[in-house]
């Protein structure tokens, strides 16, 4: 069969007008959009399971208030929604409109971490000590010499522990690889939080390649200021962003004082009011986090080998 000569010149025209309107959706702001119905469609599930909750008490005065704390809950929950979507609309206008979909060959990491601002030298255990609200806080990261694949690449295991006025709090297993232009990739993390020495929570918790989740740049091979990059994506679990704000910068912790150190700024949109500062020296690694909403700092004390 043969297509006449306008008949060909309408498809490429439709073909081209396809290829416009593809280019001309943003896709990031799609994402946003649809976090947001999905975040007021669970709070709206949440307020229904309250007040069927409220319908089995007896006592009149009770089933009421019991109803008023649901309400209040809802318009808590709507509220965080919409300041999610605040917190990624805003992170859209610097990463641009496209999917966020890196695309990963094993071929292209090596096997040792060397970045100078994220060294992960196998044996290596950093310990940070501050203050919070909670408590005395003590944390230790330890470079294992485990190693996972994750979408085909080796990863290192990094155990890090967190313990609040000597009892464990927090205990997660992260997964790190560098690419050969020496950018450190966070392939997912399992985490566990705890109260009083029992499991509390696992949010948080990701693999890159399960349920679509992906890796993040956990720290560039050549940050710049400016730079604004996503460093794990597990929609609605898993969403830090980090945002290079110095090179200059001189920290003073107890393990030392540092100069020319990076200083980042944290961000996502599952906390939106958590905004955490974080330096990392050269041929050390991370030295301090600094929360900008409390001030609580959590400092490098000593680096140990085990």
Known sequence: MKLRSHSILSLIALTSLAA?????VNFCKLTAQDAVRSCQVAAHSDFSLALAKCDNVSDPAKREACRQQASTDLKEALGLCNSELSVRQTACQRLG???????????NFVAKIDNPYFPLTLGTVFIYEGQTEAGREHTEVFVTRNTKKILGVTTVEVHDTVTTNGKLTEDTLDYFAQDKEGNVWYFGENTIELVDGRPSTLSGTFTAGVDRAK??????AHPAIGDFYRQEFDLGNAEDFADVESLTDTVTVPFGTFTRCLRTRETTPLEPDLKENKWFAPGVGHVLTKDLTTGNKSSLIRIESR
């Open 97 to 107: 409109p496209q999917p966020y979909d890196p695309a990963i060959d094993p071929a």
């Open 215 to 220: 890796p993040g740049i956990i720290m560039e």
């Open 20 to 24: 416009q309107a593809a280019a001309q």
